[in-house]
């Protein structure tokens, strides 16, 4: 869904920077209208995935924005952000929804990874930071990794594919990922890129597992890196 919502944003805003001169004058800055499309993806973006704190972090936000533009509200800036904070807590208590958080900076935690235990730093969504993860499946089959605005970088070392592969999947807008797999693994890519890059070193002649990475890569750079 993320590379939709982005994707239709981009052509937004490539039509209002090509067309600014004959739309109606609306009194915003081509850098102002760059950050209104960006918050708007990523509200988007967290209530199509019903994420709670991403879509009132970027909905707050884009209420600031637009309300020092227009004035719906006769407020300032930290009593919206205290007004969303509580709002977010309500909600929070009231729904208890099954992924309500976004981190934005370092936290280590243990989290079940295919039913086995995992350390990670930060949750497998990331935004505006950056995050470490761990590995240590002893029955590893597939994983996820969405980061936005940010880096993540994930080693593999210590997991144990079961069966002959296994998959991870990519989500990455204006991202840095690398990922650090054993130098026994054959790793194949399968990318949908837009302005991206993927830099990996040649594959093993002789492997033992397969790790298939799928990636959706938008204003990003994918890293492989062998480690012993």
Not at 2 to 21: A, E, T
Not at 81 to 94: D, F
Not at 142 to 171: L, M
Request: charged residues 20%; neutral net charge; aromatic residues 14%.
């Amino acid at each position: 869904m993320k590379k939709y919502v982005l994707g239709i944003g981009l052509l937004v805003l490539s039509g209002l920077v090509l067309f600014q001169n004959y739309l109606p004058q609306f009194d915003f800055s081509i850098w102002k209208m760059v950050w209104l499309v960006v918050l708007a993806a990523g509200l988007v973006n967290g209530l199509v995935r019903r994420r709670l704190y991403d879509s009132f972090f970027f909905g707050t936000w884009l209420f600031i924005l637009l309300n020092k533009q227009y004035h719906f509200l006769a407020v300032d800036p930290k009593t919206v952000i205290v007004g969303a904070i509580l709002a977010c807590l309500g909600c929070h208590i009231l729904f208890k929804p099954k992924r309500g958080n976004i981190r934005f900076l370092g936290d280590f935690k243990s989290v079940a990874s295919g039913g086995k235990k995992a350390m990670v730093e930060d949750e497998d969504s990331v935004a505006f930071g950056s995050s470490t993860r761990y590995i240590h499946d002893t029955s590893f089959v597939r994983d996820t990794v969405d980061v936005a605005f940010g880096s993540a970088t994930i080693y593999f070392d210590n997991a144990v594919i079961a069966g002959e592969e296994a998959t991870f999947v990519i989500d990455a807008a204006f991202s840095t990922v690398r990922l650090y797999v054993p130098d026994t693994w054959l790793v194949q890519v399968k990318a949908d890129k837009a302005f991206s890059s993927i830099q990996q070193v040649s594959p093993p002649t002789v492997f033992d597992k397969k790790l298939l990475v799928e990636a959706d890569l938008a204003f990003s750079t994918l890293e492989i890196i062998s480690s012993s």
